[in-house]
């Protein structure tokens, strides 16, 4: 069963993804600016926006756990998911800065410096950063498979921080951020034991 879904998925292409991907950020403004968010639109379309990235972070997450222990291979749509994930990111911090705060930069660092959830989350994009510019193929020419695999591990550190900035967002202990918060945390030592484990098995190899 698992072959047949690979199969048809190799026939899949990925660049869809890029077009359908960002069409609910038009249609969460849509809705905002037809009054249909409640009281504060604004904040309702950063929250979702937010909540977007972080489930598309947590979907590119689980891609190599679902190949390594369900046989099913997503590696293909993991490019523009992460990309996805940034844009979304992105587009989250942007409304923040231009819609909410309107560029007021004294509120926005007293803001930056000031509130816990917000100094994390800046810290979350300022990590994806570095791997939106380098997900082509010519920055993994230039960098070697190795460094440019090194680098993108600075996507579970991203993730810890988008997951910590969605429960500091909220007032009190409320149960979706922290099962999200939850599900990275073992979707990361998921991903440490694997390479641990080829760790071990490549230093085996080695010494046989």
């Given at each position: 069963m698992t072959q047949r879904i690979n199969t048809g998925l190799k026939r899949v292409p990925a660049w869809p993804l890029y077009i359908v991907g960002p069409l609910p950020v038009i249609w969460l403004y849509y809705l905002g600016l037809t009054n249909q968010l409640g009281a504060d639109p604004v904040k309702a379309i950063e929250q979702q926006l937010g909540l977007i990235g972080l489930q598309l972070i947590v979907a590119g997450l689980m891609i190599t756990p679902l190949r390594r222990f369900a046989g099913l291979n997503l590696i293909k749509f993991r490019r523009a998911i992460g990309l996805l994930a940034f844009f979304y990111v992105t587009v989250h911090l942007l409304t923040w800065l231009v819609v909410d705060t309107q560029l007021d930069w004294a509120y926005i660092w007293m803001d930056i410096v000031k509130r816990p959830y917000i100094t994390i989350g800046m810290t979350g994009f300022l990590l994806l950063l570095p791997l939106a510019v380098t997900s082509n193929n010519i920055s993994i020419r230039r960098?070697?498979?190795?460094?440019?695999?090194?680098?993108?591990?600075?996507?579970?550190?991203a993730a810890l921080a988008g997951a910590v900035h969605y429960v500091w967002l909220v007032k009190g202990w409320q149960t979706e951020p922290?099962?999200?918060?939850?599900?990275?945390?073992?979707?990361?030592?998921?991903?440490?034991?694997?390479?641990?484990?080829?760790?071990?098995?490549?230093?085996l190899k080695r010494a046989g």
């Open positions: 960098l070697g498979p190795a460094t440019w695999n090194k680098l993108h591990r600075l996507t579970y550190a922290l099962v999200y918060l939850a599900g990275i945390v073992t979707l990361l030592l998921v991903r440490i034991r694997i390479r641990s484990k080829r760790i071990v098995a490549s230093t």
